[in-house]
């Protein structure tokens, strides 16, 4: 009985040292799954946090392009008012060069007109002296002027009928200058 009981402790020391061999492989294999669960939570941690970094950078990019956009658009309506303006000079300057020749050809036309009034007024009294001195013989300008600058004042007066042929010499006026005495 002894052997067997021998036989039974030996089988009890083998099943319960069996046992322990694999509360330790258990124990062994809880520790793995468990430092492996420990080192895929890390992961997933990291992973997770690299995602969130990713993203913050993305982002902050998208903002740097839409602040670029922004200052883009400003300096674009800026250009345009600055365009705008400087055409709003160009043409104030413009009309004021047209106005400034219109002004300029209407000096011209006055001036144009006054002078072919002068030239006008000339031609008769030129006219009226020679038909008087051609008639009378006599033709004395009292008063000659240009007047407000646009007309010649004349007062002139015609005496004297043609005298008829005679050997009498006229009476020369002594107020006239030597040119503009009568012919005899």
């Not at 322990?20 to 430092?35: F, H, V």
């Amino acid at each position: 009985m002894n052997v067997c009981f021998a036989d039974d402790q030996s089988k009890k020391e083998v099943a319960e040292t069996q046992k322990e061999a694999e509360n330790a492989r258990d124990r062994a294999n809880k520790s793995g799954i468990e430092l492996e669960q420990e080192k895929q939570k890390t992961s997933n941690v990291e992973t997770n946090n690299q995602i969130k970094v990713e993203q913050e950078q993305q982002k902050t990019e998208q903002e740097k392009q839409k602040t670029e956009q922004e200052k883009q658009k400003t300096s674009n309506i800026e250009t345009n008012n600055q365009i705008k303006v400087e055409q709003e000079k160009q043409k104030t300057s413009n009309i004021e060069t047209n106005n400034q020749i219109k002004v300029e050809q209407e000096q011209q036309k006055t001036e144009q007109e006054k002078q072919k009034t002068i030239n006008t007024q000339k031609d008769f009294i030129k006219y009226a002296e020679q038909n008087c001195q051609e008639n009378h013989n006599q033709f004395f300008i009292k008063k000659a002027g240009i007047k407000a600058g646009i007309g010649i004042e004349v007062e002139a007066e015609c005496k004297t009928p043609k005298p008829t042929k005679t050997n009498q010499t006229p009476i020369q006026p002594k107020h006239l200058p030597s040119s503009k005495q009568p012919r005899s």
